[in-house]
């Protein structure tokens, strides 16, 4: 997370999403709410939305370049925004949350467990890389994508997953080591609603194809009267 901007400092401005109370430093952004406890350096994100770095603050740089092209680092207080990428040991990503945007917590080089609740569809690229200590992954079933270089340089990780899941393929094809974990009454309410979507596009096709049929017979009866 060492970036060098080639701007100032930027001076801290009047924010209201993020609040301080305490050991408890929180935030609110784009359907977004996210909890930081400086104590236990536990990081717990909720909301509906898309989990970006700008949002929880992981893209702050350490250093900044001034006008006279000095370096200069940069205050955590001054910059607006809390920095948390390196200290940060445990992440939880709570049911609701729709997607994570790719690299977001690259470099998060204290994090040691991770869980996922469902929801979530894909772990897409770099989002865990340089998680050298990440010792410890919960994955829902609900993820149906995961990118081979998401955790590419944990390699003490034992992913906690579903049989059969996309986390369960995911672990045997890059050699982690992995525990299997029982379904949540959750994953087995997406799993049915899955399948009546899945009954529901079936019946919608068949009922698509006899229209399509009584229409050609309807077509041919005709042609055969008019003769």
Do not use: R
């Not at 909720?46 to 900044?64: H, L």
């Not at 467990?113 to 772990?123: D, S, V, W, Y």
């Amino acid at each position: 997370s060492n970036n060098i901007a080639s701007s100032t400092i930027t001076k801290k401005e009047e924010n209201d999403k993020i609040k301080k109370d305490g050991d408890i430093i929180s935030g609110e952004e784009k359907d977004i709410k996210w909890t930081y406890n400086t104590k236990t350096k536990s990081l717990i994100i909720s909301g509906s939305g898309t989990i970006t770095s700008d949002i929880i603050g992981t893209d702050v740089p350490e250093f900044t370049v001034d006008f006279k092209e000095n370096l200069k680092e940069v205050d955590k207080e001054e910059s607006g925004k809390f920095i948390y990428l390196d200290d940060v040991e445990s992440i939880k990503i709570e049911k609701g949350i729709k997607s994570i945007d790719w690299g977001t917590f690259n470099g998060c080089d204290s994090l040691k467990t991770l869980e996922i609740e469902n929801g979530l569809k894909e772990i897409p690229m770099n989002t865990f890389s340089g998680c050298f200590k990440l010792e410890k992954a919960i994955i829902p079933s609900s993820v149906k994508k995961i990118n081979e270089l998401c955790f590419m340089d944990s390699k003490d990780l034992t992913i906690y997953c579903i049989k059969d899941s996309e986390a369960y393929k995911f672990a045997k094809d890059h050699k982690f080591k992995y525990e299997l974990i029982e379904e949540t009454e959750q994953e087995e309410e997406i799993k049915e609603n899955e399948k009546k979507e899945i009954s529901v596009y079936i019946i919608v096709a068949i009922l698509a194809g006899l229209v399509v049929i009584a229409t050609g017979a309807i077509l041919v009866v005709k042609f055969v009267l008019n003769k």
